[in-house]
T-cell receptor, first 111, second 113 residues
Framework: SQQGEEDPQALSIQEGENATMNCSYKTSINNLQWYRQNSGRGLVHLILIRSNEREKHSGRLRVTLDTSKKSSSLLITASRAADTASYFCATDRGNDYKLSFGAGTTVTVRA | ETGVTQTPRHLVMGMTNKKSLKCEQHLGHNAMYWYKQSAKKPLELMFVYSLEERVENNSVPSRFSPECPNSSHLFLHLHTLQPEDSALYLC????????????FGEGSWLTVV
């Protein structure tokens, strides 16, 4: 069953602006991961944050995790046209091998 | 290049055809997966293999038949499919089945006519 749900479903921003998307989940997790998918391509891993971590950075990406609210956010700073893609969160509950994906947030960066 | 190669990238098949999707990973991973991605829906995990042994069959119809001859190769055999089976089929691998980053192939676009 679906564990993570991304919000919003779609986001359109101007190049140079920041993009923020959120992920909520229902049960306790071992870690949470964010993936990117360019149109018609496979998913690419962006960042993994463990349940005992609150914030993680990778280049222009910043991920936060609030386990008390069962939510995570992905911030893309200074967006570029190449950031246009769908972004998915995936949760690992640690008790099985099912990495549960949400339906994704589609981000469009306008030049 | 993710280290996971899927062929063919595009496949159109009739409902009475038999075809196969192929996946090969060059990462030395022990776990391989098939996912189905339909428009506007979350990824659906179909099958999981760990060291060539199937460990998960997620209530997938028998018209989809996986095969894992070794830890580097994974097939999805397709037979008597329905139009609603049209989707992007993604193969993936990970070092093991637990809590790891998953590496995806580029996917095989399947259209059933």
């Amino acid at each position: 069953s679906q564990q993570g749900e991304e919000d919003p479903q779609a986001l359109s921003i101007q190049e140079g602006e920041n993009a923020t998307m959120n992920c909520s989940y229902k049960t306790s997790i071992n870690n949470l991961q964010w993936y990117r998918q360019n149109s018609g391509r496979g998913l690419v891993h962006l960042i993994l944050i463990r349940s005992n971590e609150r914030e993680k950075h990778s280049g222009r990406l910043r991920v936060t995790l609030d386990t008390s609210k069962k939510s995570s956010s992905l911030l893309i700073t200074a967006s570029r046209a190449a950031d246009t893609a769908s972004y998915f969160c995936a949760t690992d509950r640690g008790n099985d091998y099912k990495l549960s994906f949400g339906a994704g947030t589609t981000v469009t960066v306008r030049a | 290049e993710t280290g996971v190669t899927q062929t063919p990238r595009h496949l159109v098949m009739g409902m009475t055809n038999k075809k196969s999707l192929k996946c090969e990973q060059h990462l030395g991973h022990n776990a391989m997966y098939w996912y189905k991605q339909s428009a506007k829906k979350p990824l659906e995990l179909m099958f999981v293999y760990s060291l060539e042994e199937r460990v998960e069959n997620n209530s997938v119809p028998s018209r989809f038949s996986p095969e894992c001859p070794n830890s580097s190769h994974l097939f999805l055999h397709l037979h008597t499919l329905q139009p609603e089976d049209s989707a992007l089929y993604l193969c993936a691998s990970s070092p093991s089945v637990s809590g790891n980053t998953i590496y995806f192939g580029e996917g095989s676009w399947l259209t059933v006519v």
